[in-house]
Every structure is written in C-alpha cells, then in structure tokens.
C-alpha cells in the first residue's frame, strides 16, 4: 500500500535551518504531486508548499523566499529545506501526494498523508 514517511525534524534555535524528507513508497511517485502541510498546537492544518510532477513549485505567503521545496523522483523522496526559521514555524509537518498534475494547495485535494514530523523553533 501507499506510504509516506516524512523524516528530519528537529528542535533548532531560531534562524536555523532544517530539512525534511519524506520518502514515498508503493506508488508511482513520478505521477504525483506532491506537498507539505502543517498544524501547529490548537490551530488547523495549514498549506506550506507544494511541487508538481513536472517540478513546478508553490509557496505559502509566510514561508516564501525562506523554503524551498524538491523532489528526487529516483529516490521517491520530496524535500522541504526550510531556512531562516521562527517560532512561529513550530508545527507537525506533514507531506502528502496528489495524483494531479498540479501542484495544489488544497489539503482536500491529496490522496495520501504521512504520519508528520515535529519541528520546533526556540526563540
């Protein structure tokens, strides 16, 4: 079955930088969009990013110019470097396909989830 494990979360010190994968298997990975979203404690599942089967790319408005978002489609993995990072960052990140073409921001729209990975950003 379908499986997205995301990886390289982390506690870092605010400014820092991390980079998260998520490592996707038992789907055609080349086929999918793929996307990252977050909730951080007592709010809802935000969008982040998201990048489409050809490697176009979309951003949310708080993290734009400070993430980056890519994908290895030989390793079935999708990366999100986040950098110059701020407390108010500190989410469980998820990454999630979508069978589309494009790259989307709607949550709805993905088939797919992974457990999430815990990032923290001290102050």
């Known amino acids: 079955q379908v499986q997205l494990v995301e990886s390289g979360g982390g506690l870092v010190q605010a400014g820092g930088s991390l980079r998260l994968s998520c490592a996707a298997s038992g789907l055609t990975f080349s086929r999918y969009a793929m996307g990252w979203f977050r909730q951080a404690p007592g709010k809802e599942r935000e969008f982040v990013a998201a990048i489409s089967r050809s490697g176009g790319t979309v951003f949310a408005d708080s993290v734009k110019g400070r993430f980056t978002i890519s994908r290895d489609n030989a390793k079935n993995t999708v990366y999100l470097q986040m950098n110059s990072l701020k407390p108010e960052d500190t989410a469980v990140y998820y990454c999630?396909?979508?069978?589309?073409?494009?790259?989307?921001?709607?949550?709805?729209?993905?088939?797919?989830w992974g457990p999430g990975t815990q990032v923290t950003v001290s102050s």
């Open positions: 999630a396909a979508d069978g589309s073409v494009i790259a989307s921001k709607l949550g709805s729209r993905y088939d797919c």
